[in-house]
């Protein structure tokens, strides 16, 4: 079974820190990787996503997320964060091939503070 | 272009009662999902469906939820009878026609609390 594992509960910074959020998942075969964030009291919105070609992606509001195939990883980078990147973060993955659905990590919860 | 609608936003009730959600997806969008996120966890699938057939129900705990979309496109959660740890929010998503380089759009949930 696939399964996503993001290794951060819980991550605190000042603004202008540098983010790095991993995300490995659990799959033999080609997989479509996703980032949502969930900003307080809003829906999920997708970051960024990759499909196939350059490994290294850019996403929405600075963010970008680069795919090691060989590591099992894909994750979120943004070089300075803002109070306004608070919230919360899911990696996720689809099995590459028709009508499969998104299967969600745990998230990660990114306090910014000014 | 109006994104995924999802009614009521909050629902309490009290264990052994029944709840129904509503979802009405983005036009023209022929898949639907249904989500479960528990508190601290991540987004869980319970139901697929493409048109109005489902094409995943493998993780519906059908003695208690049900699931339809009658004419493909709006659809109907219903939880009979609710046990506390059914508190959740419940996710409505969509997408159009199944295909490698899709994407999901999100409703806002209903936050259903059972007490």
């Known amino acids: 079974a696939q399964s996503v594992s993001q290794h951060n509960h819980h991550v605190i910074l000042s603004e202008a820190a540098s983010l790095e959020l991993g995300c490995n998942y659990s799959?033999?075969?080609?997989?479509?990787l996703f980032w949502y964030v969930q900003y307080p009291g809003q829906h999920l919105q997708l970051l960024l996503k990759?499909?196939?070609?350059?490994?290294l992606v850019k996403g929405i509001k600075g963010f970008e997320a680069e795919f090691i195939k060989s590591k099992f990883s894909f994750n979120l980078r943004k070089p300075s964060v803002q109070w306004s990147d608070t919230a919360e973060y899911f990696c996720?993955?689809?099995?590459?091939?028709?009508?499969?659905?998104?299967?969600f990590g745990k998230g990660t919860t990114l306090s910014v503070s000014s | 272009e109006a994104g995924v609608a999802q009614s009521p936003r909050y629902k309490i009730i009290e264990k052994r009662q029944s709840v129904a959600f509503w979802c009405n997806p983005i036009s023209g969008h022929a898949t639907l999902y249904w989500y479960q996120q528990i508190l601290g966890q991540g987004p869980k699938l319970l139901i697929q469906?493409?048109?109005?057939?489902?094409?995943?129900d493998s993780q519906l705990p059908k003695d208690r939820f049900s699931a339809e979309r009658l004419k493909g496109v709006d659809s109907t959660l219903k939880i009979q009878p609710a046990k506390l740890e059914d508190s959740a929010v419940y996710l409505c998503a969509s997408s159009r026609l199944p295909g490698v380089n899709t994407e999901a759009f999100f409703g806002q949930g209903t936050r259903l609390t059972v007490v």
């Open positions: 990759y499909f196939s070609g350059d490994p």
């Open positions: 469906f493409q048109n109005n057939g489902v094409v995943d």
């Open positions: 996720a993955l689809r099995r590459a091939q028709a009508g499969t659905a998104l299967i």
């Open positions: 799959y033999g075969g080609t997989v479509n």
